[in-house]
């Protein structure tokens, strides 16, 4: 399996990518019932506070693991780019559930706010995030069919530098978007 998936990196990345943006497609438009999962409102309510934290955890792992590579420890990079995408699939997983079961967050500020501050915020946001996912689920096929020794002779460092500069900008959006929502109005 690992020897396919190495010679078809781009198609599988791919693949995995076009589904996980399925599922997010769907979810947002409102495909996927309610009465699917159930609702346990105690989670729901922290759901945004707690992806906050995981946002803000995330940042941290990126920037400590892009850090990593540059100074060669590539065990340590492994690592945080590994909790980098846990803590990415928990916030996911966690945003998901919620709007499937709560439904999207009404902006509570003024319509000036609205339209010239937040919209914007939250669409590049969005966008970053859509960016991302095939960009993160390359480098990741990357980095597990290949070893330290042949992932200079791809694209792993070039794709991974991206990824990360898009995905360090899309969680700060994120938290942004959240404070908008939650905190400031």
Known sequence: ????????????????????LAVVVAAVRGVIPAGLLPTYEPLVSVIPSLNALISATAIATIALGWRAARNRDFTRHRALMGASTL??????ALYLYRLVVHGTTEFGGPDAVYQFLYLPVLIVHMALAMVCVPLVVYALVLAGTHSVAELPGTPHARVGR???SLWLVSFFLGIVVYLLLYVVY
Do not use: E, W
Request: proline share 0%; charged share 5%; aromatic share 10%.
């Open 162 to 164: 991206v990824a990360a």
């Open 87 to 92: 803590l990415f699939a928990g916030f996911l």
């Open 1 to 20: 399996m690992q020897s396919f998936v190495r010679r078809h990196t781009v198609g599988v990345a791919g693949v995995v990518s076009a589904l996980a």
